[in-house]
């Protein structure tokens, strides 16, 4: 019989011990209002602000945000543009999240970006390597898919270097060779907007997530109520992995 501390990752307060949040809904809360769409994307990231630390202050371990998906270079260059500004001028202040006690991690392919961008992401997670409240994972130039042939390309270049037979390949050495591989599986995704689907976030690790679409919420309008409520949800579900519950 598998332990029930295999199957089952909630803490004891029956909270998701990892959310994950699609933040969609930037362009049309900036176009409802008549506002450039680089506007969604700046009341999008002070909404972030917000629902980090709320999370952090309810006890919330694991939160990952999508904040750039590998699809996302399709935009036009002005607007890339304008979300990479957001993110150079939030990485200044990331700083501050050490002493809030939130230890920050990036996930996706950093090597895209500017050098002293990259130099912020790892300074960020140097300095609050060692803080032991919410864990945040940004998601930036992440895609599921790009993560799962990373991944693949490591593990074939261990085996062809004679460090790994193909048999030694299971679940578990998968998910150590992912962006993930020190988080735990995703319990819970939230996405606001109205749209009802992953876009690509967390496709390996989503296995078993439950999911709360929200659609009279664009993410600037998120509060920490509509996290409340997502979590009420969440622990009406039952659970099963595939057993009988
Ligand atoms: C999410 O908001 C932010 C990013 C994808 C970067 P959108 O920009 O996708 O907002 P909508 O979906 O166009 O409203
Ligand atoms: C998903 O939203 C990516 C982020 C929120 C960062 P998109 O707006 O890019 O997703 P689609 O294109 O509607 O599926
Ligand atoms: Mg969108």
């Known amino acids: 019989m598998v332990p029930e501390a295999v199957c089952m990752s909630e803490n004891q307060t029956g909270l998701p011990v990892h959310i994950g949040i699609i933040m969609d809904g930037n362009g049309r809360w900036a176009k409802k209002r008549g506002l450039p769409r680089k506007l969604g994307h700046k009341a999008g990231a002070n909404t972030f602000r917000e629902i980090a630390r709320y999370a952090n202050k309810i006890g919330i371990q694991y939160m990952t945000a999508y904040v750039f998906s590998t699809e996302n270079w ?12 957001l993110l150079r001028a939030y990485l200044n202040e990331m700083d501050g999240y050490a002493k809030e006690n939130i230890r920050v991690r990036f996930l996706g392919d950093r090597t895209a970006f500017d050098q002293d961008i990259q130099q912020k992401m790892q300074r960020a997670e140097e300095k609050s390597a060692s803080a032991t409240g919410l864990n945040l994972s940004l998601a930036i130039n992440y895609g599921g898919r790009a993560e799962l042939v990373h991944a693949a390309r490591k593990l074939a270049a261990a085996a062809a270097a004679g460090e790994l037979s193909p048999s030694d390949i299971d679940e578990d050495m998968m998910g150590r060779y992912l962006y993930t591989c020190d988080l735990p ?3 819970l995704i939230i ?5 009802y689907r992953l876009s690509n976030f967390l496709i390996w690790q989503a296995a078993y997530a439950e999911y709360v679409f929200l659609d009279q919420v664009l ?14 949800e969440y622990q009406r579900r039952n659970r099963r992995f595939g057993g009988i519950g």
Request: hydrophobic share 30%; net charge negative.
């Open 74 to 85: 399709k935009r036009p260059k002005e607007e890339v543009d304008s979300i990479i500004e």
């Open 185 to 187: 599986d995703v319990d």
């Open 219 to 232: 993410w600037p309008d998120f509060k920490p109520a509509t996290l409340d409520q997502a979590l009420a």
């Open 191 to 195: 996405r606001p907007s109205g749209e």
